[in-house]
Nanobody, 117 residues
Framework: QVQFVESGGGLVQPGGSLRLSCTVS????????MGWYRQGPGKQRELVAS???????NYADSVKGRFTISRTNARNTVYLQMNILKPEDTAVYYC???????????WGQGTQVTVSS
């Protein structure tokens, strides 16, 4: 079955940076669209960034210019570099993958990101 190991979260001050990592097993990673979701307190889970197998990327408007998604296929790992963090970026961050045209309903434990002074 699919397993996700997300890491890299923590407490950071506004304006700071963090780099999240997610290593995935159980899929053909190099052929799969990967994404990062987040769920803030009292909010629905939202897609913040995605990267296709050819490296093309998409971002939510709220993170454009601040977040960068990347992948290393040899390590089955997807990354999210987060810069100029804001308190509203506080959330649990999850990675996920696409099955055909739909995002998987399998989720890992996520990694907590807290932006606070």
């Amino acid at each position: 079955q699919v397993q996700f190991v997300e890491s890299g979260g923590g407490l950071v001050q506004p304006g700071g940076s963090l780099r999240l990592s997610c290593t995935v097993s159980g899929i053909i990673f190099r052929l799969t669209v990967m994404g990062w979701y987040r769920q803030g307190p009292g909010k629905q889970r939202e897609l913040v960034a995605s990267i296709s197998s050819d490296g093309s990327t998409n971002y939510a408007d709220s993170v454009k210019g601040r977040f960068t998604i990347s992948r290393t296929n040899a390590r089955n790992t997807v990354y999210l570099q987060m810069n100029i963090l804001k308190p509203e970026d506080t959330a649990v961050y999850y990675c996920n993958f696409k099955q055909g045209t739909l995002w998987s309903q399998s989720w890992g434990q996520g990694t907590q990101v807290t932006v606070s002074s």
